[in-house]
């Protein structure tokens, strides 16, 4: 059996960088696996239709195993190295805790995507939830199609109340958030619809560490992983929306890259480990852990409470003597 160098997990923005750093660094053999069908121009080491279902960790020293599942059947593949870069999924209505009676007619943008592209209408009364590219793509395709779409809705400023109607939906209640998406809702408006199209936040996609131990972070929900995206297990990386878990992918391939760096170098562990959090208006930064002992500024990713993607940087020295790091919304580097 073939023992590749590295496997990178997921072929979107941070696995694309991912895999190009490693090919530049000459690192070999690679294998890269992508659950979506082939794109043209993809480098060979790309396998396509694949789905990473399972990771089984190796003893010290010894290559992982991953379980991979594709039309051909179940096989195993061992690397020495893994890098994560599983992106994320829509969170749907349950996710985001929308309460109400439970009617047909409520999905993700993704399965909205995935009804048009097959030629059926999602509904002719659509009220869409979200924000982002896939949310505008959604939009423009629904206008296309001939649906109606009754109103559109910004998860910033907007709160979705609650749902009702049954079997079909029938009406959805909002109300205007008082200070962006943290603040209080206030007056109530019902909006008459047969159809809601959620495309808010992202979940994740790392069902496939289920098991193997690794660390997760209690506000990405995505692994804990240092500033070169080492999780907590050894060998294991990880990067893109999978570690930040934003709509747009903002920072996706500097994060891929980070990695695959870091997978050809192995910097030393941390020896003296600082955990970062996020403080007031912030949602959640990346990475989760850094090294008091770090003689350079430290660039911080962060999600603001508005989904706003952003940067900070911690001054060399800064985390000295300390246990915990709280990253404030005021240091942020806009612009």
Not at 132 to 140: E, F, K, N, P
């Amino acid at each position: 059996m073939t023992v590749y160098a590295a496997l990178v997990i997921g072929y979107g923005r941070a696995g694309r960088a991912a895999l190009s750093v490693l090919q530049e660094s000459g690192l070999g053999p690679l294998l890269c696996v992508e659950r979506r069908a082939p794109e043209p121009g993809a480098p060979p080491e790309v396998r396509w239709d694949t789905t990473a279902v399972g990771v089984l960790p190796g003893f010290p020293g010894e290559p992982h195993s991953v379980m991979l599942r594709s039309a051909g059947g179940q096989e195993v593949v061992q690397a020495q190295r893994v890098l994560i870069c599983t992106g994320g999924h829509e969170v749907p209505r349950e996710g985001l805790g929308i309460p109400g009676t439970r009617p047909s007619g409520i999905m993700t943008g993704v399965m909205a995507e995935e009804l048009m592209a097959m030629g059926l209408l999602p509904g002719y009364r659509v009220v869409l939830y979200g924000q982002g590219t896939r949310a505008r793509r959604v939009a423009d395709r629904l206008r296309q199609m001939g649906g109606r779409l009754v109103a559109e809705l910004d998860p910033v400023t907007t709160e979705l109340v609650r749902v009702e109607g049954f079997p079909r939906l029938q009406r959805v209640w909002v109300a205007r958030r008082s200070h962006g998406a943290e603040g209080g809702a206030g007056e109530e408006t019902g909006i008459d619809c047969d159809t809601l199209v959620i495309s808010a936040q992202l979940q994740p996609g790392v069902h496939l560490l289920k098991g193997t131990g690794v660390i997760l972070d209690e506000y990405t929900r995505g692994p804990q992983v240092d500033p070169w995206g080492r999780t907590s297990l050894p060998g294991v990386w990880a990067a893109g929306t999978c570690v930040a878990p934003l709509l747009e992918g903002e920072f996706s391939a500097e994060l891929g890259c980070t990695a695959a760096g870091a997978m050809v170098r192995e910097p030393a562990a941390i020896s003296r480990p600082v955990r970062l959090v996020p403080g007031k208006g912030l949602r959640w930064v990346v990475p989760h852990l850094a090294d008091a002992g770090a003689t350079e500024p430290l660039r911080v990713y962060a999600c603001t409470g508005r989904g706003e993607a952003v940067t900070v940087t911690i001054p060399a020295g800064a985390l000295q003597d300390r246990d915990t790091y709280v990253v404030e919304a005021e240091e942020v580097n806009r612009g």
